[in-house]
C-alpha cells in the first residue's frame, strides 16, 4: 500500500513566523502535490513537483515556496505565515504525470494566529 | 481559467435513498476521476473514466462520463451510512496539463 505521510496533524503558528509542512512517500512516485483545502472551494493546488528539484506553480503559490531535495520528500513553507493561510494543507502523489490516481496523505491543519 | 463545478454542494438523504451528484467543467477533460473523502479523512480514490460516455459501476455506485467530456456525474443506489463523506470530481484538462478538482459535495445520510 502506498503511504503518504505529514510531519503534523495540527499546527498553531503566529503571524510572521515561517512554517514548514513535511510530507514523505514511500511508493517510489515521481509527481507530488501540495494542496489547500477549505470549505466551499474544494482542494486548490499549491505547487506540484515532477521530479527532484522540481517544481511548478499550481493555481494559488502566492505566499507558498517549495523544496524537493529528495524523491520521497516534499516540503512545502509558509515564508511569512498571515491569517489567511489559516486552512487544511494536504500533500499527494503519483506514479507519474498524467492519467494516475492521486494518494494522499491525512493532511495538516494549521491555524495562524 | 480553467474550472470544474460540483451540484449540490451539500445533500442530505434518509437511509435507502439515492443519491447523485454533478461535475461540470467549464472546458474539455481529457479524463475524470472521483474521490472521496470520510469527515476527519483524507480524499480517496474511488475511480477514472476516460472515454467519452463510459459509464463504470462500483456495487451501489455508478459514474457516467459525458458525451462531451465536460461533465460527469456519480450516483449511489440505496444509500448507507457508510457512504457519509465528501465526494470530489477532478477533471484532467488538455491544455493546461493539469487536474482540477471540484468543489466537493458533503453527504449525510441519517439512518
Known amino acids: 500500500d502506498v503511504k503518504v505521510t505529514q510531519s503534523s496533524r495540527y499546527l498553531v503558528k503566529r503571524t510572521g513566523e515561517k512554517v514548514f509542512l513535511e510530507c514523505v512517500q514511500d511508493?517510489?512516485?515521481?509527481?507530488m502535490f501540495w494542496y489547500r483545502q477549505d470549505p466551499g472551494l474544494g482542494l486548490r493546488l499549491i505547487y506540484f513537483?515532477?521530479?527532484?528539484?522540481?517544481?511548478e506553480k499550481g493555481d494559488i503559490p502566492e505566499g507558498y515556496s517549495v523544496s524537493r531535495e529528495k524523491k520521497e520528500r516534499f516540503s512545502l513553507i509558509l515564508e511569512s505565515a498571515s491569517t489567511n493561510q489559516t486552512s487544511m494543507y494536504l500533500c499527494?502523489?503519483?506514479?507519474?504525470?498524467?492519467?494516475?490516481?492521486?494518494?494522499f496523505g491525512p493532511g495538516t491543519r494549521l491555524t495562524v494566529t | 481559467g480553467q474550472q470544474v463545478m460540483q451540484i449540490p454542494q451539500y445533500q442530505h438523504v434518509q437511509e435507502g435513498e439515492d443519491f447523485t451528484t454533478y461535475c461540470n467543467s467549464s472546458?474539455?477533460?481529457?479524463?475524470i476521476q472521483w474521490y472521496k473523502q470520510r469527515p476527519g479523512g483524507h480524499p480517496v480514490f474511488l475511480i477514472q473514466?476516460?472515454?467519452?460516455?463510459e459509464v463504470k459501476k462500483q456495487k451501489r455506485l455508478t459514474f457516467q462520463f459525458g458525451e462531451a467530456k465536460k461533465n460527469s456525474s456519480l450516483h449511489i443506489t440505496a444509500t448507507q451510512t457508510t457512504d457519509v463523506g465528501t465526494y470530489f470530481c477532478?477533471?484532467?484538462?488538455?491544455?493546461?496539463?493539469?487536474?482540477?478538482f471540484g468543489t466537493g459535495t458533503r453527504l449525510q445520510v441519517f439512518p
Open positions: 499527494a502523489s503519483s506514479v507519474r504525470w498524467g492519467l494516475y490516481e492521486q494518494y
Open positions: 511508493m517510489d512516485h515521481e509527481n
Open positions: 513537483s515532477y521530479d527532484v528539484k522540481m517544481k
Open positions: 472546458t474539455t477533460l481529457s479524463n
Open positions: 473514466l476516460v472515454k467519452s460516455g
Open positions: 477532478a477533471g484532467f484538462h488538455y491544455n493546461t496539463d493539469k487536474l482540477i
